[in-house]
């Protein structure tokens, strides 16, 4: 699966391009529109982007994970060496400070990525913020070439910005399209 990203000048054009993808067969499900103007998507009914795609709570997570992880075993093997309770602390015991440190890890990388924009969309912040709407098509194999191809015969005004392998996967690149 691909996510297509296209710019849209303005809403009357962003709800003709999600009339136009219904009509080739893509769902909402797969339609997802950034905008600063949520009431004008919601009074037009046009799928407007949820948090986890806004957000970067999942990649941030996943970096935190990681280093409550490794910070854990760091902890548990200090402790192994340092034996501070004894030595007869049972075996478990050191599984569980590694597992308490990855979810405080994930807990608190989570925290952060609530509070920060997605670094996906981080690149088309100041179009956003001037009003244009950031489509993102998600595109089944072999579907993406034709979406491409209907939207610039269609919607010209729309201008193709970017192709990401599918949007999900949160340490991806996003490879922004130059103007040719």
């Known amino acids: ?3 297509l990203y296209f710019l849209s000048p303005d809403l009357v054009s962003t709800r003709r391009v999600s009339d136009d993808l219904h009509q080739a067969g893509i769902d909402d ?3 997802h529109v950034v905008s ?3 009431a004008g998507l919601q009074k037009e009914r046009i799928h407007s982007s949820n948090w986890l795609e806004t957000k970067d709570l999942l990649r941030d997570g996943f970096i935190g994970a990681n280093i409550g992880f490794i910070l854990g075993v760091l902890g548990a093997g200090l402790a192994m060496y340092l034996q501070p309770f004894g030595p007869d602390m049972p075996s478990f015991v ?3 400070i ?3 440190a990855t979810c405080f890890g994930a807990w608190e990388g989570g925290l952060l990525g609530v509070a920060s924009e997605n670094r996906k969309l981080a690149r088309f912040h100041d179009e956003i913020e001037a009003g244009k709407f950031l489509i993102l098509i998600y595109a089944q194999k072999g ?3 034709a979406v491409k191809a209907m939207m610039q015969q269609r919607h010209p005004e729309a201008s193709h910005v970017a192709t990401d ?3 999900a996967n949160p340490f991806s690149i996003v490879r922004r399209r130059t103007a040719s």
């Open 165 to 167: 392998a599918h949007f």
């Open 98 to 100: 590694i597992a308490f």
């Open 29 to 31: 499900w797969f339609i």
């Open 94 to 96: 050191y599984i569980l």
């Open 36 to 38: 600063k103007d949520e």
């Open 143 to 145: 579907q993406g070439e």
């Open 1 to 3: 699966m691909k996510c």
